[in-house]
Nanobody, 124 residues
Framework: QVQLVESGGGLVQAGGSLRLSCVAS????????MGWFRQGPGKERAFVTA????????YYADSVKGRFTISRDNAKNTVYLQMNSLKPEDTAVYFC?????????????????WGQGTQVTVSS
């Protein structure tokens, strides 16, 4: 079992920045690739970004490329999502997720463990 707890969400004006954190407990953090997904009002859960187990490979949705950065610190069992140049359309609940393989990271149904989510609201 892996428990994931997100934090760092909040209300920010358009153009601002936030950094989300997701702390994992349970099994060895470095054994899992990590992803961030988001679910906006009335929308399905959508892929945002993912990072491989060793952090050397990262993947981004087109909508966030150049604005968001994923990183991880395996010594701290934490994955981060730095979000810059935020837009109102980034408003959503953001979830982190863990998958024991480095493939299929863009698909929510490939992940085994999920956090409870953290709300990000971007005002115009």
């Amino acid at each position: 079992q892996v428990q994931l707890v997100e934090s760092g969400g909040g209300l920010v004006q358009a153009g601002g920045s936030l950094r989300l954190s997701c702390v994992a407990s349970g099994r060895t953090f470095s054994s899992y690739a990590m992803g961030w997904f988001r679910q906006g009002p009335g929308k399905e859960r959508a892929f945002v970004t993912a990072i491989s187990k060793n952090g050397r490979s990262t993947y981004y949705a087109d909508s966030v490329k150049g604005r968001f950065t994923i990183s991880r610190d395996n010594a701290k069992n934490t994955v981060y999502l730095q979000m810059n140049s935020l837009k109102p359309e980034d408003t959503a609940v953001y979830f982190c997720a863990a998958r024991p393989w480095n493939d299929g990271l863009g698909s929510a149904d490939k992940y085994d463990y999920w956090g409870q989510g953290t709300q990000v609201t971007v005002s115009s």
